[in-house]
């Protein structure tokens, strides 16, 4: 299996409810990435985990909280979301220490 | 700070002319810098990386590091061509900064 996998691929969820982005790769990348990406413009990186343990935040607000449960997974849960938090969110994985970064399709995101 | 600058939101250019995508960069360091590329619909995928100086689907970037560019090239544009562009700058193994995108249209 060579491709990064995301679900859903759209969600739609209100200011007060909980709800979680699911990441999955099974290429034995070790390293794997959050990114939003707002309409018309280029992604912009939020967190990166490294041997499943975070190595970047880019100060990103609480109401986002990644989760590394193993070295296929990442996921990232949502509390309290605001409707400027509606966008594109890619994951991406890579090999350690190589630059390539593999991305999936992307959840839509859209915050009432 | 560390910046990756694509001039052309939008290129229009037809089919079999010559495609040229601009980037320049700002960085302190040593550059690796990246192409990606999105075709509708699909994922984002990386197009070329400076190191390894290989041509994919006929395109072919070059490092200046005097002028602090890495355009991207093709001597003859195809209609399959058409897609949004990504230059992208890394920082460190693991941080990469993407400039603001360039769509390229091929027009038959």
């Known amino acids: 299996d060579t491709e990064v996998t995301q679900t859903p691929k759209h969600l739609v969820m209100g200011m007060t409810n909980k709800k979680s982005l699911k990441c999955e790769q099974h290429?034995?990348?070790?390293?794997m990435y959050w990114y939003k990406q707002k309409a018309k413009k280029p992604p912009e990186l939020m967190f990166v985990?490294?041997?499943?343990?975070?190595?970047i935040n880019e100060s990103v607000p609480s109401r986002f909280s990644p989760e590394c449960p193993n070295s296929s997974l990442l996921n990232l849960h949502l509390h309290a979301l605001q409707p400027e938090d509606s966008a594109l969110y890619l994951c991406?994985?890579?090999?350690?220490?190589?630059?390539?970064?593999?991305f999936g399709p992307g959840t839509r995101l859209t915050v009432l | 700070a560390q910046r990756v600058t694509q001039p052309e939101k939008l290129l229009s250019v037809f089919k079999g002319a010559p495609v040229e995508l601009k980037c320049n960069y700002s960085?302190?360091?040593?550059?690796?810098l990246f192409w990606y590329v999105q075709y509708s619909r699909q994922r984002l995928q990386l197009l070329l990386r400076?190191?390894s100086r290989e041509s994919i689907k006929g395109f072919t970037a070059d490092l200046n590091k005097g002028e602090t560019s890495f355009h991207l090239k093709k001597p003859f544009a195809q209609e399959e061509d058409s897609a949004m562009y990504y230059c992208a700058l890394s920082q460190g193994a693991q941080k990469l900064v993407f400039g603001q995108g360039t769509r390229l249209t091929i027009n038959p």
């Open positions: 960085y302190s360091g040593s550059p690796e």
């Open positions: 290429m034995g990348h070790r390293a």
């Open positions: 400076h190191i």
């Open positions: 985990y490294s041997y499943e343990k975070l190595s």
């Open positions: 991406a994985s890579s090999q350690e220490g190589y630059l390539e970064q593999f």
